[in-house]
């Protein structure tokens, strides 16, 4: 098991789980369905929606540009226990991990991961069995909606 995942589960092993998950089809539409229905479970929950909102947009997005395998689907999966909300979102393209780079100012893409560093407490990549990998992002309750959002310039 990944060290990642298997330090989450200890932390967390006696605390009740909200869970929340769904595939979704690997295009732009999928995507958008990706961040309106996590928007709409995490207000269910009784949650804010940012930041958690910005990171699955984020990750819903890469999964789709940078995971898409034709014909195969995407799954987002949202937990909640104790106070740590988690955002999974696994694609079928385990041969392309994903890396935060430093973007050209004017370029209209290539900030998704960054935004997604900023925004999570932690966030990291597991391979999964061949062909999957999940890219997730972890944030604190006491975090969840308490960041400011900076509007793009």
């Known amino acids: 098991m990944n060290q990642e995942i298997s330090?989450?589960?200890r932390?967390?092993?006696a605390v009740?789980?909200?869970?929340?998950?769904?595939?979704?089809s690997s295009t732009p539409r999928?995507?958008?369905?990706?961040?309106?229905l996590a928007t709409e479970?995490?207000?269910t929950w009784g949650l804010p929606s940012q930041p958690a909102e910005l990171i699955v947009g984020e990750l819903a997005a890469n999964a789709v540009t940078h995971g898409r395998v034709s014909g195969r689907d995407f799954r987002l999966l949202l937990y909640v226990v104790g106070d740590t909300l988690r955002i999974?979102?696994?694609d079928t393209r385990g041969d392309r991990l994903p890396c935060p780079q430093t973007s050209?100012?004017?370029a209209e893409s290539g900030r998704g991961l960054l935004l997604v560093d900023a925004l999570a407490d932690r966030w990291g990549v597991v391979p999964g069995p061949p062909p999957l990998k999940t890219v997730w992002a972890e944030v604190g309750a006491g975090s969840i909606g308490a960041r400011?959002?900076?509007p793009p310039r």
Do not use: H, M
Request: no cysteine; hydrophobic share 45%; charged share 25%.
């Open 7 to 9: 330090d989450f589960t």
């Open 11 to 13: 932390r967390t092993a």
């Open 16 to 24: 009740p789980v909200r869970n929340f998950s769904l595939k979704l």
């Open 30 to 36: 999928g995507a958008r369905l990706a961040r309106l």
């Open 41 to 43: 479970q995490l207000r």
């Open 88 to 90: 999974e979102v696994t």
């Open 104 to 106: 050209i100012t004017d």
């Open 148 to 150: 400011p959002v900076v």
